[in-house]
């Protein structure tokens, strides 16, 4: 029996179709070793090998890696959310009603999208300080600190416009507040600093270009939904995948030398 | 064989020649398994978190949005609840647009205006004790704390409330607040405007702003190494964020303990 069993496995990590996706054996070698993470695409985001210190916890806090996880885990739920969510002021908030009382799972996708939206901003501030303490912008990898600041940025803006689309009353008034500022952007905002010399007005400024109109209303809402489930992690993914590659052309995680 | 001799040669050379500083390769080790499976536990463990985290606390979700009833008080999200609070102390073209802007790129020059080479890859306070301190004043003395307050301390009119007192929205908070030419030994100078300008608070900005730093650079350039190094561009990156953001714990000492409001009245803005 048990030869048979093993002769099944042979016959499948022989055959043509298994070799076609798996290009290694698993016997524990430090080719087979190597070969697991050069041969697969999602691996090889790895070198083959890293610097004994750099797989410790204390060292990363793992807080790099546990942003990327929750990024997945957001893009993965929010793909679920988009199949019930309509942007439009009519029908946001029941759809949000109807995703949480009558959609199988529903009130779970929905709350882990929005607690892994916390976690992402707070593990995206404490990766940055484990940067910081650990010195590790300077040289040669100041342009992935650089890299890193536009990811944290964001990061906040992809909650921020998340935020306003359980159109409730938290949702919009957090927004109104939020978007407020930007009336008093210098030369931009009708209230701000040397508007009458730019000659913005409500209807036309900084602020009204943001929302759509002068509230936060429908066109508004249409634009962040827009923003969050289009533009801004299309960009967010871009500038991730640049963020690892610089990872390793910056000579892998940093470390003394 | 007239080559054996220099080959020797060669070899002691090598010998006696100092080790290159790059570490040997047996110091690193496989990804495949030593990081692949810390990773794969570390997600497991996050999701498991997530998942029951999500399965005991919904998510919130208010009354429909209702454009004509103002909650008070009505906050940011908490993770912009720092520059919320900042427009305590700062007019909205400063807390909103400018503050926030320098916020970014100063963490982004960062790495150019740092330019000691020390504690690069491990963790050190001795060998980076200004930047460290800085970061970490910033980060959590300023940013972490006024988030806190604005989360937890504050109510309706954006009033502070310790935790265990009541929301009263009619709570009444003399408003007490002068402007600094209206201020105390100040009033003495009768507020002189030059196009409307206040000259007090244009003098004391200037001084801060632009006085003190070049005087600075004038007296210790000469004698300290680590200015020279700088040189003037990177050190005045450097003394403009470090004075702009003392600007705020400046601000929040004027106005909580001596009750002014604005440093400087102009027709555009004020600060
Ligand atoms: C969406 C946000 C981000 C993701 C997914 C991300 C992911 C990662 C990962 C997986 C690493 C590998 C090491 C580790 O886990 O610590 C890393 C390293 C790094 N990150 Fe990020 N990061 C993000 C944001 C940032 C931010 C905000 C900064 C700084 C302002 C930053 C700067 C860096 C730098 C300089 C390194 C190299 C560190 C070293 O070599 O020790 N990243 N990042």
């Known amino acids: 029996m048990i030869k048979r069993l093993k002769d099944l496995k042979k016959t499948i990590l022989e055959s043509q179709v298994w070799r076609s996706m798996f290009r290694h054996d698993y016997a524990d070698t430090p080719r087979n070793r190597t070969l697991q993470i050069m041969s697969n695409v999602w691996m090889h985001l790895h070198p083959p090998k890293v610097r004994r210190h750099a797989i410790r916890i204390r060292f990363t806090w793992c807080m790099g890696g546990i942003t990327f996880l929750l990024f997945l885990v957001l893009t993965v739920t929010g793909v679920v959310l988009m199949f019930y969510y309509r942007p439009v002021a009519e029908y946001a908030y029941a759809d949000m009603k109807y995703l949480q009382f009558d959609v199988p799972f529903g009130m779970l996708v929905r709350n882990m999208h929005r607690w892994a939206a916390h976690g992402m901003v707070i593990t995206v501030w404490l990766h940055m300080f484990r940067v910081f303490m650990t010195g590790s912008y300077k040289s040669p990898r100041e342009f992935n600190w650089v890299i890193g600041v536009i990811l944290l940025t964001l990061t906040l803006l992809l909650s921020f416009t998340g935020y306003l689309l359980p159109w409730d009353q938290l949702s919009i008034w957090a927004v109104t507040v939020g978007t407020n500022m930007a009336r008093a952007t210098p030369l931009l905002g009708h209230e701000g600093p040397f508007a009458q010399v730019a000659g913005v007005t409500p209807r036309y400024d900084a602020r009204a270009f943001l929302l759509g109109g002068t509230i936060v209303g429908p066109p508004t809402l249409l634009r962040f939904y827009v923003l969050h489930c289009i533009f801004l992690p299309i960009l967010a993914s871009l500038l991730m995948i640049v963020h690892f590659w610089r990872i390793r052309k910056d000579g892998g995680i940093s470390g003394p030398l | ?271």
């Open chain 2, 1 to 271: 064989m007239a080559e054996a001799p220099g080959r020797a040669a060669v070899a002691e050379k090598a010998k006696a020649a100092p080790k290159p500083k790059i570490k040997p390769i047996e110091d690193r080790v496989h990804c495949w398994p030593y990081l692949v499976r810390s990773e794969y536990v570390c997600s497991i463990i996050i999701t498991a978190l997530l998942m029951v985290w999500s399965i005991g606390i919904d998510a919130p979700m208010e009354e429909p949005a209702n454009p004509t009833n103002t909650p008070n008080p009505s906050k940011a999200p908490w993770y912009f609840l720092g520059l919320q609070e900042m427009l305590v102390y700062f007019d909205p073209w400063m807390a909103g647009v400018v503050l926030p802007s320098l916020i970014i790129v100063g963490l982004m020059v960062i790495p150019f205006i740092d330019i000691n080479p020390r504690g690069n890859g491990y963790y050190t306070f001795q060998e980076r004790k200004f930047a460290v301190t800085m970061f970490l004043f910033g980060f959590l003395i300023l940013w972490v704390s006024l988030i806190v307050t604005g989360v937890f301390l504050r109510g309706p009119g954006w009033n502070l409330f310790w935790p265990w007192e009541v929301w009263d929205p009619h709570k009444v908070v003399a408003l007490t607040n002068v402007d600094l030419p209206y201020w105390g030994p100040f009033k003495v100078l009768g507020n002189p405007k030059i196009f409307d300008v206040e000259l007090l608070g244009l003098t004391l900005v200037t001084l801060y702003l632009i006085v003190l730093p070049v005087a600075f650079w004038f007296w210790k350039s000469k004698t300290s190494p680590i200015l020279q190094e700088l040189g003037p561009l990177r050190y005045g990156i450097v003394a403009f964020l470090f004075l702009t953001m003392m600007g705020l714990p400046i601000k929040m000492v004027l106005r909580i303990a001596f009750n002014i409001k604005y440093l400087w009245v102009t027709p555009w803005f004020n600060v």
